[in-house]
């Protein structure tokens, strides 16, 4: 299109003031000089291409989700979750996840990277927003219940740990793009956990919040294979 476009300009030009050559040479001039200028700007704002726009911008997200996810766990099963509307994890968090969309939709107006590489990209930063708010519908009791202690909250904490640990890791996993190592975090059956608590004397606010907590870690575990697998043709070479 470029080409035709400037033999129509040295038509033209030479119907209106015959110059000659010198018309074309002087547009090839400007249009070398332009492709060049664009090329310098796309390095500089995209030093890496749009797969390593990608990954750290799907790393950054990951990196905050695990942050936010796991202050907000501990304070729903403290009973105090009404606390974090403003906490500086969760601008973190939504900043990642605005800045992913961004470079997201950029690609996909661009078209690269092409084929199912982008579709693989799309899967995971789909994916990966949901860590970023599912954690917001963990507790659905508008009431806050009292803090508890004991093997059930210790070891509801223990698993929220290793969640937002496996978040993490794989974060930093997707940054250095070597793709990402399968396995969660072990999981606590949730019948051991009623039972656990029941003899325990655990209240039922408490117990329900950490099954609510509980479930959240499970449904996460699924989330985070789902962006392994979409990972692999996402940073597959070629």
């Known amino acids: 299109g470029q080409a035709f476009f400037t033999l129509m300009v040295v038509v033209l030009f ?28 796309g390095l500089v704002a995209w030093p890496g291409g749009s797969g390593r726009a990608l990954r750290r911008a799907l790393a950054a997200l990951l990196d905050a989700s695990s942050a936010y996810d796991r202050v907000a766990l501990h304070a729903i099963l403290a009973g105090s979750e009404r606390r974090l509307l403003g906490t500086s994890e969760r601008g973190v968090a939504e900043a990642a996840a605005q800045r992913l969309d ?8 661009e078209g690269r990277p092409g084929g199912a590489r982008l579709a693989a990209w799309v899967a995971s930063a789909s994916s990966a927003q949901r860590l970023s708010y599912s954690v917001d519908h963990a507790s659905f009791r508008p009431v806050p219940a009292p803090a508890t ?44 956990v009623v039972s656990g608590g029941i003899e325990e ?13 509980l479930r959240w870690c499970d449904g996460t575990d699924e989330t985070l294979e789902r962006i392994r697998s979409s990972l692999q043709t996402a940073l597959a070479p070629g």
Do not use: F
């Open 149 to 192: 202690t004991g093997p059930t909250h210790d070891g509801a904490l223990a698993r929220v740990d290793a969640t937002t640990d496996a978040i993490a890791r794989l974060g930093h996993e997707t940054a250095d793009g070597h793709g990402a190592a399968r396995g969660g975090a072990p999981r606590t059956a949730t019948a051991s």
């Open 14 to 41: 030479n119907l209106v003031e015959p110059g000659g050559w010198e018309v074309g040479l002087v547009r090839l001039v400007d249009v070398v000089v332009g492709a060049i200028a664009g090329l310098v700007i």
């Open 102 to 109: 961004e470079v997201v939709e950029h690609c996909i107006g």
């Open 201 to 213: 004397g655990v209240a039922p606010e408490a117990l329900v919040r950490t099954l609510s907590v």
